[in-house]
């Protein structure tokens, strides 16, 4: 079974800064897919960053960048220039990836940070 | 827009009385699944669709059923709540396996159940 371990459960930060959110996980397994989604007050969660275990380089999408230690079973969510609308809980999240390669099912989240954004 | 939509978003039943929740998806996509997020904690997942094949978490509750009578909707049923059932109920859907990389699970916005 895998775990996924989340050791902020609370972060602020000031608009404009940037800030690491921390995840670790414990898996045997070598191949699967790491998560984070935000999920706002009252609103959906929704997919902020994703990062295949097989791949060396960090995943980046524009503010949002990974440090992705394999070895360590490390998975950093960094977020730049925060903005207020940045302001949500954060769920890192595991998938295994299936026999054959492909990908989809369950996700094991962590207990979640929340981030505060300050104006 | 492509969405997944939960109804009702805020429940409230009585112990031992059986509740009905309502999920639908525009997305066409192949698996639904049903989370339950406890106040503070972390989503866990209870079961899946794929298509109409129903894939239970060994350590979900009998007291939890699900029904997908089509690709659109799935609906989660909790035969006789109790206290310990007060959660945030999530859906989400994602296509079926892929190998393009870690398939995006799309949530909705959850339905909120209060056991009284």
């Known amino acids: 079974a895998q775990t996924v371990t989340q050791s902020q459960p609370e972060m602020s930060v000031q608009e404009a800064e940037t800030v690491t959110l921390s995840c670790t996980y414990d898996?045997?397994?070598?191949?699967?897919?790491l998560f984070w989604y935000k999920q706002p007050p009252s609103r959906q969660m929704i997919l902020v960053i994703r990062?295949?275990?097989?791949?060396?380089q960090n995943a980046t999408e524009n503010r949002f960048s990974v440090n992705f230690q394999k070895a360590a079973k490390s998975f950093s969510l960094k977020i730049s220039d925060s903005q207020l609308g940045d302001t949500a809980m954060y769920f890192c999240?595991?998938?295994?990836?299936?026999?054959?390669?492909?990908?989809?099912?369950?996700?094991?989240f962590g207990q979640g940070t929340i981030l505060t954004v300050h104006p | 827009d492509a969405m997944v939509i939960q109804n009702p978003r805020y429940q409230v039943t009585q112990f031992g009385k059986p509740v009905t929740l309502s999920c639908s998806q525009t997305?066409?996509?192949?698996?639904m699944y049903w989370y339950q997020q406890k106040s503070s904690q972390a989503p866990k997942l209870l079961f899946h669709?794929?298509?109409?094949?129903?894939?239970n978490e060994a350590d979900t509750p009998d007291n939890f059923q699900s029904r997908r009578p089509n690709t659109s909707f799935c609906f989660l049923d909790i035969r006789s709540p109790g206290l310990g059932d007060a959660a945030m109920y999530l859906c989400?859907?994602?296509?079926?396996?892929?190998?393009?990389?870690?398939?995006?699970?799309?949530f909705g916005p959850g339905t909120r159940l209060t056991v009284l």
């Open positions: 989400a859907t994602s296509r079926g396996p892929s190998r393009s990389g870690g398939n995006e699970q799309f």
């Open positions: 898996t045997s397994e070598s191949n699967y897919y």
């Open positions: 990062q295949e275990a097989y791949k060396q």
């Open positions: 999240a595991f998938m295994k990836q299936n026999a054959g390669g492909t990908s989809y099912g369950k996700l094991t």
């Open positions: 997305l066409n996509h192949n698996v």
């Open positions: 669709y794929y298509d109409k094949d129903f894939n």
